[in-house]
């Protein structure tokens, strides 16, 4: 069974930073798609960042949102089974509950589509204030 659990987030301010995490149990696929997926109060799910992963490699490709590219960083701990979120400069419309997301296969098609992702975890809670 797969298990998706994320931690790392919490209040800061504008301009902080904050690394989010997301420990994978379970058995996904040997070429699998991860990432990150977030939601504000009254908003729909958007995705953030994803990764590819497979038995050969953890490092990519990787796809961002318009709206963080350049100020998140989307990486795999293979020896640790876990996904990292690095957010620097935060914004407050950054602030939303963030999911770690997987799917099997790669990531090119709609890669930041929710519709794509069969697992997710429960949520972290991210909030920036000005």
């Known amino acids: 069974q797969v298990r998706l659990v994320e931690s790392g987030g919490g209040p800061t301010q504008a301009g902080g930073s904050l690394r989010l995490s997301c420990k994978v149990s379970?058995?996904?696929?040997?070429?699998?798609?991860m990432g990150w997926f977030r939601q504000a109060p009254g908003k729909e799910r958007e995705g953030v960042a994803v990764?590819?992963?497979?038995?050969?490699?953890?490092?990519?490709?990787?796809f961002y949102a318009d709206s963080v590219r350049g100020r998140s960083t989307v990486s795999v701990d293979t020896t640790k089974d876990t996904l990292l979120l690095q957010m620097n400069n935060l914004k407050p419309e950054d602030t939303a509950m963030y999911f770690c997301?997987?799917?099997?296969?790669?990531?090119?098609?709609?890669?930041?589509?929710?519709?794509?992702?069969?697992?997710w975890g429960q949520g972290t809670q991210v909030t920036v204030s000005s």
């Open positions: 990764i590819y992963t497979s038995i050969y490699t953890s490092g990519g490709p990787t």
């Open positions: 997301v997987g799917r099997s296969g790669r990531c090119n098609v709609d890669p930041l589509s929710p519709r794509k992702y069969a697992y």
């Open positions: 379970g058995y996904i696929d040997s070429n699998t798609c």
